[in-house]
């Protein structure tokens, strides 16, 4: 069964960071883009990062940039959202989702549209004082 499943999530103060994790089960995520999309209550879903699936191209959504990086471990078969400086606005559930690769379209289509194969159950990031 493909299984994608995310952790890290917590409550943090303002200025504080946060690790989420994105574990694969039942594929390999060398041959797919992962990304981060969040949901605040009462907002639509906000793509804030993704990474292709060499890893060597990275997106961020201009409200993240400069303070998220995201990672990948495949020998792990892991991707990481390493979240610095978090504001309130922040809070939101974190979900990752993969997207199969086939051409570059692929990768470019899933950071701007949120167009994904899989999805994790999501993860939940608060952050307040």
């Known amino acids: 069964q493909l299984q994608l499943v995310e952790s890290g999530g917590g409550l943090v103060q303002p200025g504080g960071s946060l690790r989420l994790s994105c574990a694969a089960s039942g594929f390999n995520l060398d041959y797919y883009a992962i990304g981060w999309v969040r949901q605040a209550p009462g907002k639509e879903r906000e793509g804030v990062s993704c990474i292709s699936s060499s890893g060597d191209s990275t997106y961020y959504a201009d409200s993240v940039q400069g303070r998220f990086t995201v990672s990948r471990d495949k020998s792990n078969n892991m991707v990481y959202l390493q979240m610095n400086s978090l504001k309130p606005e922040d809070t939101a559930v974190y979900y990752c989702?993969?997207?199969?690769?086939?051409?570059?379209?692929?990768?470019?289509?899933?950071?701007?549209?949120?167009?994904?194969?899989?999805w994790g159950q999501g993860t939940q990031v608060t952050v307040s004082s």
């Open positions: 989702a993969a997207r199969r690769v086939i051409s570059r379209y692929d990768y470019v289509s899933a950071y701007r549209n949120n167009e994904y194969d899989y």
